[in-house]
């Protein structure tokens, strides 16, 4: 079946930073690619996703490109802030699944000033 | 903008109790969505529904129930509440074709004594 597989957490690093998270998949069909983030106390928004092989994603300074061929889906960002710290969610979606999405498992991020 | 709300933020039930958690959407979503966080298992697929009246099982759907009479709202039900039903609650909602965004609502963190 479908499965997403999330680097192990919890990631702490200092502002600044540079992140990666890593996401990879396995899935029948072409699937789309999101990354969520969760903040303390909330629901999860979309941060970001792809919906085709070599598409890249961004938004607010976090890219991931959808690499077909390593099925990956890795998240990055160039300079972290504490206010990024949250949970960070990497999902897929097939189009004939009636909306499902599969999650991985999540990964706590810590930044610290 | 879009806009999922969900009943409580927060719920205490004793053991035995009928619970119900509402959620509703402002968005005319096909699909509607119940998961559960825990810590370390990321998020489970309770049920979900992608018309009124309309329900499926998702991956963990035993102890609980769910009802869709109009489409903007989904209830999930605990029939007979159990501690092991603590945990938090997310409702989400999509656009019915595969593959497409979710969208989540704040959460609901239920503690069953």
């Known amino acids: 079946g479908d499965s997403v597989t999330q680097m192990e957490g919890p990631v702490t690093l200092s502002e600044e930073a540079f992140l990666t998270i890593n996401c990879t998949y396995t899935?029948?069909?072409?699937?789309?690619l999101f990354w969520y983030v969760q903040y303390p106390g909330e629901g999860l928004q979309l941060l970001l996703k792809?919906?085709?092989?070599?598409d890249k994603g961004s938004n607010k300074g976090f890219e991931a490109t959808y690499r077909k061929e390593t099925t990956s889906f890795h998240l990055e960002k160039g300079s972290v802030q504490v206010s990024d710290s949250a949970v960070y969610f990497c999902?897929?979606?097939?189009?004939?699944?009636?909306?499902?999405?599969?999650f991985g498992q999540g990964t706590i991020l810590t930044v610290h000033p | 903008d879009v806009k999922v709300t969900q009943s409580s933020r927060y719920l205490v039930k004793r053991t035995g109790e009928k619970v119900f958690l509402e959620c509703v959407q402002d968005?005319?979503?096909?699909?509607m969505f119940w998961y559960r966080q825990d810590p370390g298992l990321g998020l489970r697929l309770i049920y979900f529904s992608y018309d009124v009246k309309m329900k499926e099982k998702g991956d963990i759907p035993e102890g609980y129930s769910v009802s869709r009479e109009k489409k903007e709202r989904f209830s999930l039900i605990l029939e007979s509440a159990s501690t092991n039903q603590t945990s938090m609650y997310l409702c989400?909602?999509?656009?019915?074709?595969?593959?497409?965004?979710?969208?989540f609502g704040p959460g609901t963190r239920l503690l069953v004594l």
């Open positions: 999902a897929l979606g097939i189009g004939t699944s009636y909306g499902k999405l599969t």
């Open positions: 899935a029948t069909g072409y699937p789309s």
């Open positions: 792809a919906t085709k092989a070599d």
């Open positions: 968005m005319d979503h096909e699909n």
């Open positions: 989400a909602s999509s656009f019915f074709r595969g593959g497409k965004t979710q969208y």
